[in-house]
């Protein structure tokens, strides 16, 4: 692997995924809530300029584009367990629902490239897919927010009348998210589909 500064940046990435669960098994909550907020967006930031870094600096490599994938897909999928699971209090299908379909569209397509071999590399990332993943970033850090919002509030009721900008915070942040991981979740079938529909040649059976 070459280390130049694009995949350095793929990598510190890839290793922020596992990170976000490891923020709430050692700290408590609003801190848990405010290091996974600022892990997950300082990856998501690093998601751009490696790339751009990568084809302005002339130092694409086999390694960065296979990793960079991998780590996006990672950090997605943990975020929406984390995000899941700390919800399960009043966890709702308009959570669980969306992010089941990402989920599964990752694993399927992730098979799916696993399958097609060498020919996956063929089928370009279009920028409905890029679209994807930014309205996914948005949406996972929008919902981290609302758990910061929740945890002061749910500690402190008695200064509720002191605390009424964190209740619209708690409140339009979780309509937000939630509406931003449905335009995702929309996204995501979108661009699976597209994915199969471009890869069915590949998968016809020959005589």
Not at 98 to 108: G, S
Not at 169 to 190: D, F, Q, Y
Request: charged residues 20%; positive net charge; glycine residues 6%.
């Amino acid at each position: 692997m070459k280390w130049n500064l694009p995949n350095i940046l793929t990598l510190l990435r890839l290793l922020a995924a596992p990170g976000l669960a490891i923020m709430f098994l050692y700290f408590t909550r609003p801190y848990a809530d405010w290091f996974a907020l600022l892990l997950f967006v300082s990856a998501a930031v690093t998601d751009w300029f490696d790339g751009y870094l990568a084809r302005a600096w002339k130092q694409e490599t086999k390694m960065g584009a296979m990793l960079d994938p991998i780590a996006d897909k990672a950090m997605v999928v943990i975020a929406l367990m984390i995000l899941v699971g700390y919800s399960a209090e009043h966890w709702t299908p308009w959570l669980v629902l969306p992010a089941t379909v990402i989920l599964f569209r990752e694993v399927f397509v992730s098979g799916l490239r696993e399958y097609l071999g060498d020919v996956a590399g063929t089928l370009k990332v279009t920028k409905l897919a890029k679209w994807k993943t930014t309205a996914q970033m948005i949406a996972i850090a929008t919902l981290f927010s609302q758990g910061i919002f929740e945890h002061y509030l749910s500690k402190r009721p008695e200064d509720f009348a002191d605390l009424n900008w964190v209740d619209v915070g708690m409140v339009w942040s979780g309509r937000l998210g939630l509406w931003l991981l449905w335009v995702a979740a929309a996204l995501t079938l979108i661009t699976g589909y597209d994915y199969l529909r471009k890869a069915m040649p590949h998968l016809k059976e020959t005589r």
